[in-house]
């Protein structure tokens, strides 16, 4: 085994598989599943659990993985969770085919194994109240105290346990425990809960059951009957591995599928818990699950980032035996060379300042050639209108620039990028406020596509968007949701609502962009050329009111943002 991030194909889980594939364990044959809880939308982490879950399965010969919805819960669980739950899988680039179980569907059979538990002396109903039980199960230190109702007859356990599911009492008055050892060190082994009354509605199956079984009953048990080989699942079910094998052992399950576990993921400057995702959902921090700053799989995918780059991503980060927090830096390098291949390159304005050309004549109007994409001759060229009148970014322009300032300035000359050499002539300012409100330039034709014939040069090359052809915009731009890179709450008791960014939303509604780029297909990604990738968002984007989000930076502001702490 190892412990620590290796490379997939080398990693401990798949040394383990491989090993018992070579040793014919279970005929050689390799059964997984992803086991989700209706009960949120996915995140990046499950991304993790699924990529592990079906890639495992595509690798060896045979290999299935099933989709299992762990829905004993009936009251936090949703069908609206079942049908992101799925899409999100598939978008993801998975497939169970004719696999998709639900816990629910096995509630019968479970129910059956738990009579049998009762019969063999290995399960009784318990009456104390929740409060009760919590205080006979003893402390880290001390072994608990066995329940008053542990030597019931068999007889009388099955008679209370068939009342509870005919629903003669009320929810909490009676549980359905393990007969284990309450002076195990384990408290996971402590006569565990195996069903509890709940008078509650299920999205499958109605009003069918008021009781319902407890996940480390249910898990096991699905496990073994949809014939699981490997059932791998995150650190914090390391002391609950003793109860999964004793249910099984204890029932004499013949098919004995195996738990294993490996670390979460944990991303700096996000949550990855769903009681938190609900919360940020439930307050209105974000618009939606699907906000494009949520570390959802559906908020991701509206960001613009696309399915190989997750996939990426979960390979790169690898399995480990032990919990650590991923740089969010690493998934956004991730993002950015997956979108540097495929994403086409076009030219919008962010603040517009605009910019009139002084010697071009006024009803003139030249298309230009400009490349698609550098990386990718394949992608072609596109026609950029050119006109007397263009903007350019604010920031490209200072009055009085500092030395290494070589953007545009007074007296100075500039690239346009496909265009010409401009050079700067007059400032125009509002008189009132002093506020500059247009630039007033000169452009020499005999630099037309970028090139001085007398080989002068300049040192800067500026985006732009023709003043008459472009189409006006709104572009989101998104920082981070944390500020801080352990948003987990703190030891002051300050929950992690109080670490919530302020300004990780800026909306900017006067943004100009070249036509071609109003025609983006929304879902569809472009770079901004000096500013980053952009996505045409999904849900809002219309072609006469394009809305872009900011998928990623061109460059890494995580390395300054650290800088600027230190
Ligand atoms: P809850 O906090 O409600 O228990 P959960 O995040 O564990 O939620 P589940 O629906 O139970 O959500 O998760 C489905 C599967 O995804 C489980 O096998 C779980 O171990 C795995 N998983 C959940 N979060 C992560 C994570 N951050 N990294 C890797 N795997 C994860
Ligand atoms: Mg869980």
């Given at each position: 085994m190892t412990d620590s991030n290796t490379p997939p194909g080398l990693d401990f889980i798949r040394t383990m598989i491989s090993e018992d594939v070579a040793a014919g364990k279970h005929n050689g044959k390799v059964a997984t599943r992803f086991p989700p809880e209706p009960n949120g939308y996915l995140h990046i982490g499950h991304a993790k659990s699924i990529c592990l879950n079906f890639g495992v399965a595509r690798e060896y010969p045979g290999g299935t993985c099933n989709l299992r919805f762990d829905d004993t819960n009936p009251e936090k669980e949703d069908t609206e969770y079942v049908e992101s739950i799925q899409e999100d899988i598939r978008w993801l680039g998975f497939d169970?085919?004719?696999?998709?179980?639900?816990?629910?569907?096995?509630?019968?059979?479970?129910?059956?194994?738990?009579?049998?538990?009762?019969?063999?002396?290995?399960?009784?109903?318990?009456?104390?109240?929740?409060?009760?039980?919590?205080?006979?199960?003893?402390?880290?230190?001390?072994?608990?105290?066995?329940?008053?109702?542990?030597?019931?007859?068999?007889?009388?356990?099955?008679?209370?346990?068939?009342?509870?599911?005919?629903?003669?009492?009320?929810?909490?008055?009676?549980?359905?425990?393990?007969?284990?050892?309450?002076?195990?060190?384990?408290?996971?082994?402590?006569?565990?809960p195996l069903y509890r009354i709940r008078h509650a509605h299920h999205h499958r199956t109605g009003d069918q059951w008021c009781i319902y079984p407890m996940y480390d009953y249910a898990h096991c048990l699905s496990d073994a009957m949809e014939g699981i080989t490997h059932s791998l699942c995150t650190l914090e079910f390391e002391n609950n591995r003793p109860l999964y094998d004793w249910i099984l052992d204890t029932l004499k399950i013949s098919h004995r599928p195996e738990q294993t576990e490996f670390a979460r993921l944990n991303l700096t400057y996000t949550v990855l818990s769903k009681r938190k995702l609900i919360a940020l959902v439930q307050k209105g921090y974000v618009s939606g699950w699907d906000d494009p700053r949520m570390p959802t799989i559906?908020?991701?995918?509206?960001?613009?980032?696309?399915?190989?780059?997750?996939?990426?991503?979960?390979?790169?980060?690898?399995?480990?035996?032990?919990?650590?927090?991923?740089?969010?830096?690493?998934?956004?390098?991730?993002?950015?060379?997956?979108?540097?291949?495929?994403?086409?390159?076009?030219?919008?304005?962010?603040?517009?300042?605009?910019?009139?050309?002084?010697?071009?004549?006024?009803?003139?109007?030249?298309?230009?050639?400009?490349?698609?994409?550098?990386?990718?001759?394949?992608?072609?060229?596109?026609?950029?209108?050119?006109?007397?009148?263009?903007?350019?970014?604010?920031?490209?322009?200072?009055?009085?620039?500092?030395?290494?300032?070589?953007?545009?300035?007074?007296?100075?000359?500039?690239?346009?990028?496909?265009?010409?050499?401009?050079?700067?002539?007059?400032?125009?300012?509002?008189?009132?406020?002093?506020?500059?409100?247009?630039?007033?330039?000169?452009?020499?034709?005999?630099?037309?596509?970028?090139?001085?014939?007398?080989?002068?040069?300049?040192?800067?090359t500026l985006h732009w968007v023709s003043a008459t052809h472009g189409v006006c915009a709104t572009v989101r731009l998104y920082n981070s949701l944390f500020t801080t890179e352990v948003p987990d709450g703190d030891k002051e008791g300050r929950d992690f609502l109080t670490f919530i960014n302020p300004q990780s939303l800026e909306v900017l509604s006067n943004c100009r962009v070249e036509p071609a780029l109003a025609d983006l297909a929304p879902g569809s990604i472009c770079q901004f050329e000096r500013l980053g990738y952009f996505c045409a968002d999904a849900k809002d984007s219309k072609p006469d009111a394009p809305v872009f989000n900011r998928t990623v930076t061109l460059r890494d502001d995580w390395a300054k943002i650290q800088k600027k702490k230190e």
């Open positions: 169970w085919e004719d696999r998709l179980h639900f816990t629910s569907d096995y509630f019968e059979k479970l129910y059956q194994y738990a009579e049998q538990l009762i019969q063999m002396g290995k399960a009784y109903v318990c009456s104390l109240s929740a409060e009760e039980v919590r205080e006979y199960r003893g402390t880290l230190t001390e072994p608990g105290k066995e329940s008053p109702f542990r030597n019931r007859s068999v007889e009388e356990n099955l008679s209370l346990f068939q009342r509870m599911r005919a629903g003669e009492f009320a929810d909490g008055t009676h549980l359905l425990r393990a007969k284990i050892d309450m002076a195990s060190p384990n408290f996971v082994m402590r006569d565990p559906s908020g991701i995918r509206r960001r613009g980032v696309s399915p190989g780059a997750i996939r990426n991503f979960c390979d790169r980060i690898g399995l480990a035996k032990r919990d650590s927090r991923v740089d969010m830096a690493l998934l956004e390098h991730c993002v950015r060379e997956d979108l540097n291949k495929t994403a086409p390159r076009m030219m919008g304005v962010l603040r517009p300042l605009k910019v009139v050309i002084e010697n071009y004549p006024e009803d003139q109007t030249e298309v230009m050639e400009a490349v698609n994409n550098p990386e990718d001759p394949a992608m072609g060229t596109r026609k950029v209108p050119f006109s007397r009148e263009i903007y350019i970014e604010q920031e490209d322009f200072m009055e009085d620039p500092p030395k290494k300032f070589f953007r545009l300035a007074p007296g100075k000359e500039v690239r346009l990028r496909y265009a010409y050499f401009i050079t700067c002539t007059k400032v125009i300012k509002d008189e009132r406020t002093g506020e500059i409100k247009e630039l007033r330039c000169t452009y020499d034709p005999a630099t037309r596509g970028g090139d001085a014939p007398d080989g002068r040069k300049v040192k800067a």
